[in-house]
């Protein structure tokens, strides 16, 4: 880190991570992750749409850039949550559908929609079994599941 003397921090943030794009993905250059700060690192907030290995609930140390980017982060604490990353790979879908499920089920999400990418902070609480009877309900020709940060 390049020391919380140097860095301005509030008790609420965004750490921007830039993004390696390759062949035009991910379909943006920088995330801005949402966080608190917790003693000397921050705590997720929010599930990443492209940064993987994060989950909601991990606290993080970050070497700052000079550009206020995050260069590495190591975990300082993991939460029990899990990320799970749906992305739309065709019309018409029921990607909406199974986000609402996945929220009735006390999944928060985000999404960045102009991409058809989606992201759910899956709780500790929301068992596997629970999970896959909902994506299960998923259209396997429209839609694609990736998990950057699986902790059930």
């Known amino acids: ?39 000397n690192g921050w705590r997720i907030t929010a599930p990443p749409l492209f940064v993987g290995s994060l989950s909601v609930g991990d606290v993080i140390a970050a070497v700052i850039n000079d550009r206020g980017s995050v260069a590495s982060y190591t975990h300082i604490e993991r939460s029990e949550n899990s990320t799970l990353w749906l992305l739309r790979t065709a019309s018409p ?35 596997a079994s629970e999970l896959d009877a909902v994506l299960s309900e998923l259209d396997t020709d429209a839609a694609a599941v990736a998990y950057p940060s699986f902790r059930h």
């Open 93 to 127: 879908n029921n990607i909406h559908s199974v986000l609402a499920a996945l929220r009735a089920k006390g999944c928060n999400t985000v999404r960045l929609e102009d991409f058809g990418c989606y992201s759910v902070d899956v709780p500790a609480t929301v068992s």
């Open 1 to 39: 880190m390049r020391g919380a003397s140097n860095t301005k921090r509030h008790a609420f943030t965004e750490l921007r991570f830039d993004l390696h794009v390759e062949d035009g993905w991910p379909p943006v250059s920088v995330e801005n992750v949402p966080a608190t700060v917790k003693g």
